[in-house]
């Protein structure tokens, strides 16, 4: 069983950055691939990023290919999502989660996700 609970949401104008991070409970937390998703409202959710069990293998939505970057502290059970060059579009709640993954094909898909957080909103004003 892993808990998630993200924090660092907020409203941020345009070109602006922020700093999402998820703390999971558990003693194997090394053991999970962690993925960042996102909804806004009237939409579905949808894959933003991933990284593997090490941290030595990212996925990204194109979307955010270039201005996001994902990483983790497996000493801290911590996941990040650093967001720079926001724009409106990024307005969304995010969430983090938690699977037990083998192949990457599964990492953009939010049923192969066992754990969910609770999410924090993201507001980019323009």
């Known amino acids: 069983q892993v808990q998630l609970v993200e924090s660092g949401g907020g409203l941020v104008q345009a070109g602006g950055s922020l700093r999402l991070s998820c703390a999971a409970s558990g003693r194997t937390f090394s053991s999970y691939a962690m993925g960042w998703f996102r909804q806004a409202p009237g939409k579905e959710r949808e894959f933003v990023a991933a990284?593997?069990?090490?941290?030595?293998?990212?996925y990204y939505a194109d979307s955010v290919k270039g201005r996001f970057t994902i990483s983790r502290d497996n000493a801290q059970n911590t996941v990040y999502l650093q967001m720079n060059s926001l724009k409106p579009e990024d307005t969304a709640v995010y969430y983090c989660a938690a699977a037990l993954l083998r192949t990457s094909y599964y990492y953009t898909l939010s049923g192969a996700y066992a754990y969910w957080g609770q999410g924090t909103q993201v507001t980019v004003s323009s």
């Open positions: 990284i593997n069990w090490s941290g030595g293998n990212t």
